[in-house]
């Protein structure tokens, strides 16, 4: 193990970095490598580990991101040097300007942290985002995670691969430390920018890394050693909690990750509840929620049939109760309308889309018969956003009228989806149905037929309630 005073021969350095990069390359399918590039020795080796796996392996590629945090003057010297350094190792930089926005209970740290992964996860598309984290960088997470009170995946720290919500996250440099990185830098002459703020003991990060951690030293010398044992342990206890728990998991959400069946759930078993739901929720959230948002989740699973509530999370989702569902919410724009539009609805014509909030609505021939479709005398629909609750229409198939309250309920739509599904009416004035839901009794079927669609885009999916009771 090398230390900051050792250094590396280059061939050693080289065989090294040769090393991770079979490791890395046995550990993803060939895919463009999309590295975040800072110019620090931490992604400056990870940017040449990547070129050399590229050329090591068939059907691997790689392209460079810098972020422009725009919060330092230093950021031009930062640019200058990653072009220059991606030049030499002839490799594509893209650049990309942040707009970081301060939001409450929510640390600088971790504002500049969200939108630098949105930022580089918008250049990954199908790749591997590769990130030069490193052992000491773990280490530091351990403490981090041990202040927020996190449970064993949150201790566990950073793995080698990740994949999640967000995609294909890759780790190379994890076996490594800061020292062993700064000395391959140094043996592979590869040239490095130094980060002042750093050395800022505002940021959490730096306060565990310049003063937690060397005082800890002074005492127990081998902590980082002791921390790296106790990630691994977490690690393998959460994935044999994962293996035990994943038959339940997959019985009880959907297909799209997005609803949790509470009927017959053992409330009892506080333990299995509360992992249950810390899993239903990792599937989207770059955090798993607090244990008192959990509880609050259990508390609210308990409740009568109609019980209702919102149990907020981390970057705006939410958990809702609907039916014997659990519903885990993006953060949600309804259409916004105006005055007119509230009042007398929106024309939509056949090909035309209508894009308002989170959603999209189009009207569109029908190719299929989904039971949401009808005939128009005038090519061309009013959608009626604020209806009343107590408005009477017979779905087709059904033998009596039913409230628009009461049919909301018969088909399963969430309280908070309601008011982006509107009726629909031909250009007479008469109902043809509620769309993603159902067709009226009345509606026509004589002539070309049409759908409606409606799009919500932060799920990229089509709605569809037609499986009413």
Same mark, same amino acid.
């Not at 280490?139 to 927020?148: M, V």
């Not at 902590?223 to 293996?243: F, G, M, P, T, Y």
């Not at 929620?289 to 981390?314: C, D, K, T, Y």
């Not at 629909?381 to 059904?398: D, E, S």
């Given at each position: 193990?090398?230390?900051?005073?050792?250094?590396?021969?280059?061939?050693?350095?080289?065989?090294?970095?040769?090393?991770?990069?079979?490791?890395?390359?046995?550990?993803?399918?060939?895919?463009?490598?999309?590295?975040?590039?800072?110019?620090?020795?931490?992604?400056?080796?990870?940017?040449?580990?990547? !070129?050399?796996?590229?050329?090591?392996?068939?059907?691997?590629?790689?392209?460079?991101?810098?972020?422009?945090?725009?919060?330092?003057?230093?950021?031009?010297?930062?640019?200058?040097?990653?072009?220059?350094?991606?030049?030499?190792?002839?490799?594509?930089?893209?650049?990309?300007?942040?707009?970081?926005?301060?939001?409450?209970?929510?640390?600088?740290?971790?504002?500049? #942290?969200?939108?630098?992964? !949105?930022?580089?996860?918008?250049?990954?598309?199908?790749?591997?985002?590769?990130? *030069?984290?490193?052992?000491?960088?773990?280490?530091?997470?351990?403490?981090?995670?041990?202040?927020?009170?996190?449970?064993?995946?949150?201790?566990? *720290?950073?793995?080698?691969?990740?994949?999640?919500?967000?995609?294909?996250?890759?780790?190379?440099?994890?076996?490594?430390?800061?020292?062993?990185?700064?000395?391959?830098?140094?043996?592979?002459?590869?040239?490095?920018?130094?980060?002042?703020?750093?050395?800022?003991?505002?940021?959490?990060?730096?306060?565990?890394?310049?003063?937690?951690?060397?005082?800890?030293?002074?005492?127990?010398?081998?902590?980082?050693? $002791?921390?790296?044992?106790?990630?691994?342990?977490?690690?393998?206890?959460?994935?044999?909690?994962?293996?035990?728990?994943?038959?339940?998991?997959?019985?009880?959400?959907?297909?799209?990750?997005?609803?949790?069946?509470?009927? *017959?759930?053992?409330?009892?078993?506080?333990?299995?509840?509360?992992?249950?739901? !810390?899993?239903?929720?990792?599937?989207?959230?770059?955090?798993?929620?607090?244990?008192?948002?959990? !509880?609050?989740?259990?508390?609210?699973?308990?409740?009568?049939?109609?019980?209702?509530?919102?149990?907020?999370?981390?970057?705006?989702?939410?958990?809702? #109760?609907?039916?014997?569902?659990?519903?885990?919410?993006?953060?949600?724009?309804?259409?916004?309308?105006?005055?007119?539009?509230?009042?007398?609805?929106?024309?939509?014509?056949?090909?035309?889309?209508?894009?308002?909030?989170?959603?999209?609505?189009?009207?569109?021939?029908?190719?299929?018969?989904?039971?949401?479709?009808?005939?128009?005398?005038?090519?061309?629909?009013?959608?009626?956003?604020?209806?009343?609750?107590?408005?009477?229409?017979?779905?087709?198939? #059904? $033998?009596?009228?039913?409230?628009?309250?009461?049919?909301?309920?018969?088909?399963?739509?969430?309280?908070?989806?309601?008011?982006?599904?509107?009726?629909?009416?031909?250009?007479?004035?008469?109902?043809?149905?509620?769309? $993603?839901?159902?067709?009226?009794?009345?509606?026509?079927?004589?002539?070309?037929?049409?759908?409606?669609?409606?799009?919500?885009?932060?799920?990229?999916?089509?709605?569809?309630?037609?499986? *009413?009771?």
């Amino acid at each position: 193990m090398a230390t900051a005073k050792e250094q590396y021969s280059k061939a050693k350095a080289q065989e090294i970095v040769w090393r991770l990069a079979d490791k890395l390359a046995a550990a993803v399918r060939p895919t463009c490598l999309c590295v975040g590039l800072s110019g620090g020795p931490d992604s400056t080796l990870l940017l040449y580990l990547c !070129r050399e796996l590229c050329a090591r392996h068939v059907g691997f590629s790689v392209k460079a991101v810098h972020c422009i945090h725009g919060l330092d003057a230093d950021d031009p010297i930062w640019l200058a040097h990653c072009q220059k350094l991606c030049a030499h190792l002839k490799v594509k930089l893209t650049v990309k300007k942040l707009n970081i926005v301060y939001q409450k209970r929510i640390s600088p740290e971790d504002s500049s #942290r969200q939108e630098r992964y !949105r930022a580089l996860l918008e250049e990954v598309g199908d790749g591997c985002l590769c990130l *030069g984290h490193q052992a000491d960088d773990n280490c530091e997470n351990f403490f981090l995670a041990l202040k927020r009170g996190s449970g064993p995946q949150g201790l566990s *720290g950073m793995r080698l691969v990740t994949r999640d919500a967000r995609g294909l996250i890759a780790r190379p440099l994890l076996t490594l430390s800061r020292a062993q990185v700064e000395a391959l830098t140094q043996a592979l002459n590869l040239p490095t920018v130094f980060d002042i703020s750093n050395t800022y003991l505002k940021f959490e990060r730096n306060f565990v890394r310049l003063q937690v951690l060397p005082l800890m030293q002074t005492r127990f010398a081998k902590i980082k050693q $002791a921390v790296a044992r106790s990630q691994e342990l977490c690690a393998l206890e959460h994935d044999l909690a994962l293996r035990f728990i994943a038959p339940q998991l997959q019985a009880r959400v959907d297909d799209k990750a997005v609803r949790f069946d509470c009927s *017959g759930l053992d409330f009892q078993d506080e333990h299995l509840c509360l992992m249950l739901l !810390r899993s239903f929720c990792q599937e989207k959230l770059r955090l798993p929620p607090e244990l008192n948002r959990l !509880r609050e989740a259990i508390r609210l699973m308990q409740g009568q049939n109609g019980a209702v509530g919102l149990i907020s999370l981390e970057d705006g989702y939410t958990l809702r #109760r609907s039916g014997n569902y659990l519903y885990l919410v993006p953060p949600l724009h309804l259409p916004k309308l105006s005055p007119t539009e509230q009042k007398v609805g929106v024309k939509l014509q056949p090909g035309q889309t209508l894009q308002s909030g989170d959603f999209c609505y189009s009207l569109q021939e029908a190719t299929d018969d989904e039971g949401l479709t009808f005939s128009l005398p005038t090519p061309e629909l009013t959608l009626i956003f604020k209806a009343p609750g107590q408005t009477m229409l017979q779905p087709r198939g #059904r $033998a009596h009228r039913r409230s628009l309250k009461k049919l909301y309920g018969e088909y399963h739509i969430p309280s908070w989806l309601r008011p982006a599904l509107p009726l629909f009416a031909d250009v007479s004035g008469h109902t043809l149905g509620l769309a $993603a839901a159902f067709c009226c009794a009345a509606a026509d079927t004589s002539g070309p037929l049409y759908t409606l669609k409606v799009y919500w885009q932060t799920r990229e999916q089509y709605l569809n309630f037609t499986s *009413g009771i």
